[in-house]
């Protein structure tokens, strides 16, 4: 089992910058592969990134050159660095850990562990 704790949510101005933290704990932390989703009000949740043990990143169109993954295996713990911030980034941001091997990782269905989720929400 392994449990998925996320930090570092708020609120901010269009532009500005906010870090999300999820520290993972029970298993061995370097053999799963780590992604964020985010799930706006009224729609479905969707990929955001994610980092595997190479550690080889892959993010979704709308993020890339803003949004930043890395993994502190020191620490057990991802890392999602998001600039530039859009108001269309609002929403509730989960962290989750895969078992398997997979092409992107881009399916929720890939994911054996979820955590909780932290909201982000931009202003305009």
């Known amino acids: 089992q392994v449990q998925l704790v996320e930090s570092g949510g708020g609120l901010v101005q269009a532009g500005g910058s906010l870090r999300l933290s999820c520290a993972a704990s029970g298993r061995t932390f370097s053999n799963y592969a780590m992604g964020w989703f985010r799930q706006a009000p009224g729609k479905g949740r969707e990929f955001v990134a994610v980092i595997n043990w190479n550690p080889r990143p892959n993010y979704r169109d709308s993020v890339k050159g803003r949004f930043t993954i890395s993994r502190d295996s020191t620490k057990n713990t991802v890392y999602l660095q998001m600039n530039s911030l859009k108001p269309e980034d609002t929403a509730v941001y989960y962290c989750?850990?895969?078992?398997?091997?997979?092409?992107?990782?881009?399916?929720?269905?890939?994911?054996?562990?979820w955590g909780q989720g932290t909201q982000v929400t931009v202003s305009s």
């Open positions: 989750a850990a895969s078992r398997g091997y997979y092409s992107d990782y881009s399916s929720q269905g890939e994911y054996d562990y």
